[in-house]
């Protein structure tokens, strides 16, 4: 099983971006996936999950209206789209397999927002 | 939301000696829904525990946890060179799903 993130980059504040995370070596609408990222050197922090179907997404108040999460089965890939990004944003943004526990991470994509 | 507050926040110990990490909830975790992960530098998360206490096939058994409701543990054993890097807990029961702020465990 391997994730892989892109679409990271500079972006100024109040811009939009958008991450992408193919999924390869798995039946990917058989499983949730979420995004979590990391600031410079700080903890995790979750940033949002979408079921299997698609049909389901929850996101923390952080971000909530802010990023959107939605995911194409027939690629294999999930997207999170971001607009109004501000400064506390900036992160290095993984995605992961599972709604829970998240057994597969990718590497990972640097947003920075400045 | 859970806060989950994890200590100390640097453990110093020597390889051969027992690590013992803790994550405390601020309220109870739902079915003990608590992972740990371990992470090194520059690179993603590796999942340990689950289920506060079940272990991921081909970790360790060095490493393990237990506890419940809103106080959780993971020990490892034996420190190995390897194992010299940061732990982070996180709940999944409640939404939203939060992590613990990490243990960095470091060379005494």
């Known amino acids: 099983v391997q994730l892989l993130e892109s679409g990271g980059g500079l972006v100024q504040p109040g811009g939009s971006l958008r991450l992408s995370c193919a999924a390869s070596?798995?039946?990917?609408?058989?499983?949730?996936m979420t995004w979590v990222r990391q600031a410079p050197g700080k903890g995790l922090e979750w940033v949002s999950t979408?079921?299997?179907?698609?049909?389901?997404?929850e996101y923390p108040g952080s971000v909530k209206g802010r990023f959107t999460v939605f995911r194409d089965n027939s690629k294999s890939t999930m997207y999170l789209q971001m607009n109004s990004l501000r400064g506390g944003d900036t992160a290095v943004y993984y995605c992961?397999?599972?709604?829970?526990?998240?057994?597969?991470w990718g590497q990972g994509t640097t947003v920075t927002v400045s | 939301e859970i806060v989950l507050t994890q200590s100390p926040g640097t453990l110093s110990l020597s390889p051969g000696e027992r690590a013992t990490l803790s994550c405390r909830a601020s309220?109870?975790?739902?079915?003990?829904?608590l992972a740990w992960y371990q992470q090194r530098p520059g690179q993603a998360p590796r999942l340990l525990i689950y289920?506060?206490?079940s272990r991921v096939p081909d970790i360790p058994d060095r490493f393990s946890g237990s506890g419940s409701g809103t106080d959780f543990t993971l020990t490892i054993s034996r420190l190995e060179p390897e194992d010299f890097v940061v732990y982070h807990c996180q709940q999944y029961g409640n939404s939203p799903r939060t992590f613990g702020q990490g243990t960095k465990v470091e060379i005494k």
């Open positions: 289920s506060a206490s």
């Open positions: 979408i079921s299997g179907s698609g049909g389901s997404t």
């Open positions: 309220q109870t975790v739902s079915s003990n829904y």
């Open positions: 070596g798995l039946t990917f609408n058989e499983f949730a």
């Open positions: 992961a397999r599972g709604g829970g526990a998240l057994d597969v």
